[in-house]
């Protein structure tokens, strides 16, 4: 009775109208009656009278919104091109919620020596003091309309990213654009920064996933793709400010950004190998080869996602990374041998070119057995007649899944226009990718990895190394049959 009370005090107090106290009471009524008139059996065993309203239950006064339609077409994205050359992408989409990006092409292969580390910095140094706003101010503005902001950097772009009700856009493109073109680049928020940045790498530099992808990099190319994304602290104790502005001027003017697609430093695939020793039990290897084209290729990168899935690898329900389960290449090798702790097919791509391959953990004895386990799936392959059609339709359906997986967040898309748009001066439709997705052959998946590991192979290795074979020893072993 307490609840009914206080539930009818509070309607009282809100004006609610009388009709609508009136339902209030009965309801309230009838659930106190059932409570303390009902049976000790049926009270035991929870049952409850229809006599209450269902669910949907319209009350007086209360405006239902219409349903969601069935289906919503996507927006089509609309590319400008103001006077000094920056490029805007815009697209409608339904919702509340917008999110605003600006995305430059300057990334770790646009560094120097003498400015190795400046990307990361930059990206930590992001939504700090600006020429018009303090750090504090650009903190609570975000905050205050309920926004999300951050920034990355990777190999070939920076990019700054603020999600928020599209009520807000104005001050949110407004915001977004200080912090990007007006830092105030402080020397105290520097060497702040800095010091949190040398704490980070040490930590990203004892995680062998992170380390191998690097070392792939370093050792597989020669040219500005070599050039690390985790810096060493020395790299990073040699920036200020005055690296930091210079840099800055050098390619985050707009004719830069537009001119980055064709003037980008080059970068050659040559192969190599890195080891790097630690005191573990373990091995942690990876074997990449060059994915020739990268993404601007859309057919070889389309194959090589189904390739992805194909390999698979690891426990899909633990990690649920790209074609990882029990129909998989890669992950019924975890099962059948418990000294792979884990193995999985991975990418990554750049816009002409990137690397493919197989990462795998496992007891330092037995790294000899895994390369040739990894050797045998990647060149089966590339062999014909080793792939039935079941098994590429499932590894395209599961391709063109991951893809549209990736594009559901507003800032994804935010994300991918803005690259696209940059590369391409447009953005292609999804529907596009998927298409081509659907039009691989069993002929293209055998071409395209024979034409992967035909490649020179790069090979990097973490942990316990002393069983790792010789580089020479490694690559006979990626030749198709």
């Not at 899909?316 to 090798?333: A, D, I, M, Q, Y």
Request: with cysteine; proline share 5%; hydrophobic share 40%.
């Amino acid at each position: 009775m307490y609840r009914a009370a206080s539930g009818l005090g509070a309607l009282k107090q809100h004006g609610a109208d009388t009709q609508l106290l009136n339902i209030a009471v009965r309801s309230a009524s009838t659930s106190v009656a059932q409570r303390s008139s009902g049976s000790f059996l049926g009270w035991l065993t929870g049952a409850r009278s229809n006599a209450l309203p269902p669910p949907d239950f319209a009350l007086p006064g209360v405006t239902i919104p219409p349903p969601l339609a069935d289906h919503v077409e996507p927006g089509k994205t609309k590319i400008t091109t103001l006077s000094n050359g920056v490029k805007i992408a815009s697209e409608t989409s339904p919702g509340s919620a917008c999110s605003v990006g600006v995305y430059v092409h300057c990334g770790s292969v646009y560094e120097t020596p003498e400015t190795l580390g400046a990307t990361q910095l930059l990206k930590k140094l992001a939504f700090t003091t600006t020429r018009n706003r303090s750090q504090l101010r650009v903190v609570r503005e975000i905050g205050a309309i309920g926004g999300s902001a951050k920034a990355s950097a990777n190999r070939e772009l920076m990019s700054y990213s603020y999600g928020a009700l599209k009520t807000y856009m104005p001050e949110m493109v407004e915001v977004l654009v200080d912090c990007v073109r007006n830092p105030a680049l402080l020397d105290w928020e520097v060497k702040e920064e800095i010091m949190n940045l040398k704490a980070e790498l040490a930590e990203a530099s004892s995680n062998p996933e992170t380390f191998l992808l690097d070392a792939l990099h370093s050792s597989g190319y020669s040219g500005a793709l070599a050039n690390p994304l985790i810096a060493s602290e020395a790299s990073i104790s040699r920036l200020n400010t005055d690296v930091l502005e210079e840099f800055l001027a050098l390619n985050y003017t707009s004719p830069r950004i537009v001119l980055a697609a064709s003037g980008k430093p080059k970068s050659v695939y040559v192969g190599g190998e890195y080891r790097r020793a630690a005191d573990s039990s373990n091995t942690d290897l990876a074997l990449a080869f060059e994915l020739p084209g990268g993404w601007l290729k859309e057919k070889e990168f389309a194959t090589a996602s189904v390739l992805q899935a194909l390999l698979g690898g690891g426990g899909v329900f633990t990690w649920g990374r790209p074609g990882k389960g029990l129909h998989s290449r890669l992950n019924p090798l975890v099962n059948e041998f418990d000294q792979i702790k884990s193995i999985s097919a991975f990418k990554n791509v750049h816009s002409n070119t990137g690397i493919f391959g197989i990462h795998t953990s496992t007891e330092a004895a037995f790294v000899p057995k895994v390369i040739d386990l990894a050797a045998r799936e990647l060149t089966s392959l590339a062999t014909p007649g080793q792939v039935d059609q079941t098994q590429l339709e499932r590894a395209k359906a599961f391709a063109k899944s991951a893809i549209l997986k990736n594009l559901e967040s507003k800032a994804s898309t935010t994300e991918d226009m803005g690259r696209q748009a940059l590369a391409f001066g447009e953005r292609k439709p999804v529907e596009q990718l998927l298409k081509a997705v659907d039009a691989i052959t069993l002929a293209d998946v055998s071409t395209v990895a024979e034409k992967i590991i035909s490649s020179p192979l790069t090979m990097a290795s973490h942990g316990n190394v002393l069983n790792v074979p010789a580089y020479e020893t490694v690559r006979g072993k990626f030749s198709s049959k």
